[in-house]
């Protein structure tokens, strides 16, 4: 099994502590969603990179975390979240950062791409076609989930506006040899249809996963309708407040950070 997992968690030079084998982990950073009073897509995940490689305590390895793609108000475009990398010198890993999600459009966010690694997937886009779409998951074992998405309404209790889930779930940073696990769920939806009404739960996108769509809509109370964030690498969830609805609150979903880990699986 991993000897040690060692998460880097902004950008640095990292000098490995041990001589020995290990697995780097690349997440590139999420974008966030849209928001709008229209039609409005969701935030891309972040790219995967993995790689097998030898470390030397005499080496320094260049890690830079993404930034996660910030939440916008109003009628706004998302942002696109960072790249991912680390190198030595003669391993270079990528992940780029998922793409922001777009107001008066049905082009979603796209996902991050990778390349550097053994293994190199691009993040799930996120939802498209509608007011209400969910962000984007990162792809472990292959391509990532795409976000959900559909119409404000009243069918809005039917759940179909998640984030997109991840591929990997199990408890967070559990592994073996360095396989990395711990994906979680992606985010619910929220909807208020009346002033003071109560909004979803649970919206935030788990660990890898995508943030859930958020609208509030009908009559003219002052509700908010903040879109929920993705989890790390994640991407953001829209957020819609219909035409005459106060847009105080109205905040998309930001993407979720970039990560590197490193998992040793042999010292020596």
Not at 29 to 36: E, P, Q, R
Not at 55 to 68: A, D, K, R, Y
Not at 122 to 135: L, N, R
Not at 218 to 227: E, K, Y
Request: charged share 10%.
């Amino acid at each position: 099994g991993t000897l040690f997992t060692i998460p880097v968690t902004k950008s640095t030079t990292w000098t490995p502590p041990f001589d020995g084998t290990a697995v780097i982990h690349c997440i590139g950073a999420g974008g966030s969603g849209a928001s709008s009073a229209s039609s409005l897509t969701g935030g891309g995940a972040g790219g995967y990179s993995r790689k097998v490689v030898t470390l030397s305590t005499g080496t320094n390895w260049t890690m830079v975390v993404g930034s996660s793609g910030s939440s916008v108000r109003n009628e706004s475009n998302g942002n696109a979240g960072g790249n991912t990398t680390a190198t030595d010198g003669s391993s270079s890993l990528t992940a780029n950062g998922g793409g922001a999600g777009q107001r008066n459009s049905s082009t979603a966010g796209a996902g991050g791409t990778a390349s550097g690694g053994d293994v190199n997937n691009t993040g799930g886009a996120g939802g498209s076609g509608g007011s209400m779409s969910g962000g984007g998951a990162v792809g472990v074992l292959g391509a990532g989930g795409t976000g959900a998405s559909g119409t404000a309404g009243l069918n809005s209790a039917n759940n179909l506006y998640f984030g997109g889930n991840s591929d990997v779930q199990s408890p967070q940073f559990e592994n073996t040899n360095g396989e990395l696990r711990g994906g979680g769920r992606g985010g619910r939806f929220s909807f208020q249809m009346y002033e003071g009404a109560p909004g979803g739960h649970d919206i935030d996108g788990g660990f890898l996963a995508g943030g859930g769509a958020s609208a509030a809509d009908l009559g003219n109370g002052n509700r908010t309708a903040s879109g929920g964030c993705g989890g790390i690498g994640g991407g953001g969830g829209t957020s819609f407040c219909a035409a005459g609805v106060s847009e105080g609150g109205n905040n998309s979903g930001a993407g979720g950070h970039g990560l590197i880990i490193v998992m040793y699986t042999a010292i020596g």
